[in-house]
């Protein structure tokens, strides 16, 4: 069964495609949470792909747009995550009910990665395990990294006489470049408001980075040493070569191999 509509968080409504395998072989449900600025997608249709993947092995999916994005009502926050945790507090509830599951999978990436490590440190949630890509921190080291990197890229591309033409007869995109540099020069005030030292919602966790991803050594220590802190089961993979948002086909198959096999193995401890 696969439907689309609305469900309610707060005064807003967020736009949802939900299916249903026929036949189900899990009790537990994938809900993933997309980036700033995305929507339910998922960056190059990653969640889409993915969705259609855990659907083929048995797993109930949500693909859900965040309050002011993509079909949701309301207005996004941008120095804020506190709208975006109620958002996925408010899907974890109505999926449950919906499609009949007994626990939750969290599966987000970037800046939804840290609504879903803040959503499960500040509130109880019925969470099976949570799988996070790219998940960032906020820092003045950061980002400096992040703006450096980025400012770099495009200094790369000037050199090219293929972008310094576009540039030269204004085909290029200097408003989304200059939005590009301020939002890395904003990484550090960008999550506020900061998840509790003691991790309520208690479940392994998978984080999978990028090599190639300026944020990957200072977030992946971060998160890393709360796990530890909070006696959480938790693997830390790194995709070679990869960037932020793992366009490469390659990089989206290892990330769905390695989800799919770390699934596995927690459903397998769980039968013994």
């Known amino acids: 069964m696969t439907e689309t509509g609305y ?52 797993y109930p999916t949500l693909r859900f747009d965040l309050t002011g994005c993509g079909d949701s009502t309301g207005s996004v926050s941008r120095n804020s995550i506190e709208n975006d945790v109620s958002d996925v507090i408010q899907a974890v509830n109505f999926f449950k009910h919906r499609a009949d599951l007994k626990y939750i999978i969290l599966f987000g990436i970037s800046r939804g990665a840290r609504v879903c490590f803040t959503a499960m440190s500040n509130y109880t949630l019925p969470l099976r395990t949570v799988i996070l890509l790219s998940a960032p921190v906020s820092t003045g080291k950061a980002a400096l990294k992040s703006f450096a990197v980025r400012l770099k890229e495009y200094v790369c591309k000037l050199k ?100 799919s096999q770390w699934l596995e193995n927690i459903l397998n401890q769980e039968l013994k």
């Open 7 to 58: 469900f309610k968080s707060g005064n807003n409504l967020l736009s949802y495609f939900c299916t249903i395998p026929q036949m189900r072989k899990k009790k537990e449900g994938i809900i993933f949470v997309h980036a700033a600025d995305g929507n339910r997608l998922g960056p190059h249709r990653m969640f889409v792909e993915f969705a259609e993947k855990f659907n083929s092995l048995g």
């Open 160 to 259: 090219d006489p293929k972008g310094l033409r576009k540039l030269f007869t204004a085909r290029a995109d200097v408003p989304r470049i200059c939005k590009t540099l301020l939002t890395a020069l904003q990484l550090s005030r960008r999550y506020q408001s900061a998840e509790n030292t003691t991790i309520a919602s208690k479940c392994p966790i998978l984080f999978i980075y990028g090599g190639c991803d300026p944020i990957t050594a200072e977030s992946s220590l971060y998160y890393t040493a709360k796990c530890r802190k909070n006696r959480l089961p938790y693997h830390c993979h790194i995709i070679s070569d990869a960037n932020h948002s793992f366009f490469h086909y390659k990089w989206k198959e290892e990330i769905f191999n390695t989800s």
